[in-house]
């Protein structure tokens, strides 16, 4: 009888297209999915796909107007924004018209996407194709296999398979390439704080004491990574393990299932330990060789299998049903019932399987992503991109980059770029993972400065490498701790940011043009990025001069801004800023609202008390929201959104909407204006009250979920 896959390892898709959205003549198909979008098959066979595919799931988007004209090399497609021409020999579309010039379809100005792994780069990675042109025009080609109903890859026909984005408008295209490939998911909310992480052979009581470390100095953690030695690494010398018919990774015990009772002899009181610590645990996982024979799993996956267990490996096969649910079963589900959350999945053997076209770090990613899901919360990996459509499944693992200037002057484009594949989730090894200065304090710094603006900040190194704790680098000690504590507080305002990515199709990091698309200097300036809707991200990548100051050219959308660290304010252009080793420049719009948890310890879920800085006088707004951090009610919108409001001379903090049961029963409220507002007034359900202030400050306490509180500004 044929294995299927368990059901919670089939995704739900809908391929299908609309019918009333497509023609089709002789070998051609075109669908209409939106008027920004197109999707044009060149067939043969005219054996056309309806499945969805690994990368492109939905293609029915609801119904268009839109018209044919057939001319002597193209048929010409028109909606309501763009005019595309399919040449019909050549298999492709040659040109769109749109806003009223034609442009080339040939990806020239396409503005790039992602790409793979930046393992051993030095500050360059030949990025791939993204959704988004400068002209308004991107050409994506999907060749990937065909996504069965049963959960399956399949080989798919022999075609060519384009779609085409046609909008000058960048947030658009990224709106609908999620819409045909799918949301991101939201992420548990611990992931937004600091990571710790090191390739390194801790024993349970070094790991435990570390831990207890940055607890004692209040350096707040929330995810706690052991890398590979949690498991058996030296195979030869401890079982004798000798015939190697793999690569040398098998050698070097890369792949492993077995805890390592020498270093942790008991790995449950290990991982409940750190649950008491409020920290959630990963661990290293590289898949490729298999279950070998001194595994404690060996003789159980043989059964699963249905082999017998004479010593030969269980070889690793993501294109076999059958090893996919016993690997799952039997590998991963036990650990995680003893306290693992999650795995980094540590593909680095390649892109080939039995399957032609299923990379296996695809499958890896796919397939742990809905096992990680099963047991009714939110799913998270750690792994290398691996394709169009990889934004499903959170969050990116960059690779183990280079301890130089130039890898940590290319991280924050890279890291905002991907935005256009959707992949705005990106974990970099910050501080770097090998080669290099490792000793350089300076680097270090700014390299954890730039973390703080990152979807995830996670510290890495290797063993061979000073390691990242902040008192290894004394002479930016007491700057990298503030940059730790400011990241952990700054989790309200990140997670709001990773719900309007999933909710809203917004960004984490945005390039400017995504905010500024009319504006030539958005496209023009490189190294820097709006870090959720409010603020300006100007990461420092360069040397400091000999008195310690570093100077870097920004450039700034007409308003005011304000820097949150030096409250410098400027206004628009081009300025030379300069900053000493304390911070690197960070600009807050003119009425933008900042959350902050006030917090303590590991602490990361929903706070009692919140801070929350309001910059320059003018109109403005922001939503919090907050739901339980872990389960998938958010696709319901079981969530509780906090609405705060500035308009003119009147600061609202409005009833909260949705949930408002997730939240403490009652709230302090810290808002801190960054302008005077002595003589200001403070009501709550329209009566005045007594609050504390100092200063700009106003700590207004015990503010119930249903409270509508007004701060009456006297300016």
Known sequence: ????????????????????????????????????????????????????????????????????????????VKTEAAEYYVNRKKKRIDFVDIAGKRVKADNKDNLKGTYRTLDMTRGYAPLGLGVIGRNGVAVIEDNSLILAEDGECKARPEETDLYCFATPNPQRALELFYKITGAPPMVPRYALGNWWSRYRAYTQKEYLELMDKFIEREIPFTVATIDMDWHWVDVAKRFGYTTFKDSYVCQRGWTGYSWNTELFPDYKAFLKELKEKNLHVTVNLHPASGVRSFENQYEEMCKEMGVEPNGEPVRFDCTDPRFLNAYFKVLHKPYERDGVDFWWIDWQQGKWSKLPGLDPLWACNHYHTLDNAKNGKRPLILSRYAGLGSHRYPLGFSGDACIVWKSLDFQPYFTYNASNVGYTHWSHDIGGHHMGNAENDELYLRWVQFGVFTPIMRLHSNNMVMSKEPWNHKTVEEEAVQALRFRHNFIPYVYTAYYNNYKHSVPICKPLYYDYPQLEEAYKVKNQYMFGDNLMVCPITSKWNKEGISTREIWLPEGIWTDIF????????????????????????????????????????????????????GDGEYTLYEDDGESTDYTLDKGAFTKFELKGDLFTINPVEGSAELLPSERTYTVCFEYDIEGSEVLINGEKVEVQKALNTIIIEGVKATDKVEIKINL
């Open 1 to 76: 009888m044929e294995t299927r896959l368990d059901a919670h390892l089939v995704a739900k898709t809908s391929g299908k297209g609309n019918p009333k959205q497509e023609y089709i003549t002789g070998k051609i198909r075109v669908t209409v999915i939106a008027p920004e979008l197109i999707r044009v098959e060149f067939d043969e066979k005219s054996s056309f796909t309806d499945s969805a595919t690994q990368s492109v799931w939905y293609r029915d988007l609801g119904e268009c107007e839109y018209s044919l004209k057939f001319l002597d090399k193209h048929i010409a």
């Open 566 to 617: 030096t409250g410098e304010v400027l206004g628009g252009g081009y300025h030379k800023v300069t900053r000493d080793k304390k911070s690197i420049p960070v600009y807050a719009k003119q009425g933008a609202i900042i959350p902050f948890a006030d917090v303590e310890g590991n602490f990361s879920g929903n706070p009692s008390s919140l801070v929350l800085n309001v910059y320059n006088a």
